[in-house]
């Protein structure tokens, strides 16, 4: 059973904000979210990640619901480079378990 | 930058050859990982190791066995490949507690192509 549902595909105009969400309902109180992406022919890449709280970073911000049945990550401003497969994890009895990611396109 | 190395990138090999991916880090890790994921996909946990001389099966079945002799190597060995082993394998290594916080260094990945 996947643990973390996101749409397959999302497209953002550059220099534009992106939300990507994702939803994570079976969350239990100790499991971690995160989010990784993933570039052409490359491993992923460690993105953000956050527990209840929302947390920014240099790449990114994560805001994460009052519940934590969901999260949004957020591009503050989409570039080319940020053309990617993003992950959203949950780390939950010490494990990562990757869902199937949303796939981003930035259009020029 | 990650200092983790996959060998090799790419690999295309006959039905039944033994073939090792190997796998180093020099961040000094305890935890190893290795992921599977084929084009498209999501990764799927494969193997993985708490430290050396500790190796446990993930959620996917795979014929694939791996070894932790020391704490910056774990490779991974198929005995005879088959087509079915096409796919890409990802190592990755962290020091995340379980408490959940720290990162997965990936490597950049051995693409297998099995004829």
């Known amino acids: 059973d996947a643990k973390t549902t996101q749409p397959n595909s999302m497209e953002s105009n550059e220099e534009e904000p992106v939300h990507l969400p994702c939803n994570h309902s079976t969350i239990s109180g100790t499991d971690y979210i995160h989010w990784y992406r993933q570039l052409p022919s490359q491993g992923p890449e460690y993105v953000i990640h956050g527990l209840t709280s929302n947390v920014n970073n240099r790449m990114a911000s994560l805001a994460i619901a009052e519940d934590r049945k969901s999260s949004t990550l957020i591009l503050h401003r989409a570039t080319l480079r940020d053309a990617a497969v993003y992950y959203c994890i949950l780390f939950t009895g010490n494990q990562f378990y990757f869902g199937t990611g949303t796939s981003l396109t930035v259009i020029p | 930058e990650a200092d983790i190395y996959q060998t090799p990138r790419y690999l295309v090999i006959g039905t039944g050859k033994k073939i090792t991916l190997e796998c180093s880090q020099t961040?000094?890790?305890?935890?190893m990982y290795w992921y599977q994921q084929d084009p498209g996909m999501e990764l799927h946990l494969i193997h993985y190791?708490?430290?050396?001389?500790?190796?446990e099966k993930g959620d996917l079945s795979s014929e694939s066995t791996v070894s932790r002799i020391r704490t910056e190597h774990f490779p991974l060995t198929l005995e005879s490949a088959r087509p079915s082993h096409t796919s890409q394998y990802l190592c990755?290594?962290?020091?995340?507690?379980?408490?959940?916080?720290?990162?997965?260094?990936f490597g950049e990945g051995s693409r297998l192509t099995v004829l």
């Open positions: 961040m000094g890790h305890d935890k």
């Open positions: 990755a290594s962290s020091e995340i507690g379980t408490t959940g916080t720290g990162e997965l260094f």
């Open positions: 190791s708490y430290g050396v001389n500790s190796t």
